[in-house]
């Protein structure tokens, strides 16, 4: 567990710069933007951590540039699942590993959701599947974690402010770590 833990907060402080072409935050400041809007609306420890921790396959991959523009889908949403689940358990990895789908079922279900994505997003989408259909809708709301998976998305689509960073690099990357050792704490007790 501490070593994981360790592994993660690296990838932060040595990836947490990167910046995917059209997007105007880096990784760390985008993670830490859908984390606090996970606390600010009330989330669990969990469902805090995942959505701190959803893009953190795209850091996992270490993949040069940006996927996109090249026509490459990075399956970051299950790199990262598959990373996060042994240490903090599907609460937290689930919504990671469906945080891609719901972007799908948002896209399907809410009409004006497609404008608001940002162009890496909507490039993504593409690779990833584009729109659900109505079966694949109705399959995606029997998920388990359904409901945090497309908070999650939310959150993921509005923490994309360049000028919204309270904190400092460090502080930032302090919360994530205290988060880390409290959710991987619950899951053991």
Not at 32 to 50: D, I, N, P, T
Not at 92 to 111: D, F, G, I, M, N
Not at 118 to 124: A, H, L, N, Q, Y
Request: hydrophobic fraction near 40%; proline fraction near 4%; include cysteine.
């Amino acid at each position: 567990m501490q070593k994981m833990i360790g592994t993660l907060l690296a990838l932060y402080e040595q990836g947490g710069d990167l910046v995917y072409a059209g997007e105007s935050v880096t990784q760390l400041m985008h993670a830490w933007q859908c984390g606090r809007l996970a606390e600010k609306s009330g989330a669990s420890a969990a469902l805090q951590l995942a959505s701190w921790l959803h893009d953190v396959g795209h850091l996992w991959a270490n993949f040069e540039g940006t996927p996109t523009l090249r026509g490459q889908d990075d399956a970051h949403e299950s790199i990262g699942a598959h990373v996060l689940l042994p240490v903090f358990g599907p609460a937290v990895s689930e919504p990671v590993r469906l945080h891609v789908q719901a972007k799908r079922y948002l896209v399907s279900t809410r009409e004006t959701y497609a404008r608001k994505l940002t162009p890496d997003s909507v490039r993504s989408l593409q690779l990833q599947g584009g729109p659900m259909g109505p079966q694949a809708c109705a399959a995606f709301e029997e998920e388990p974690f359904f409901a945090d998976a497309v908070k999650l998305r939310v959150w993921d689509d509005l923490g994309n402010k360049s000028s919204w960073f309270e904190d400092t690099r460090h502080d930032a990357l302090d919360h994530l770590m205290q988060l880390m050792h409290r959710v991987a704490q619950e899951r053991v007790t």
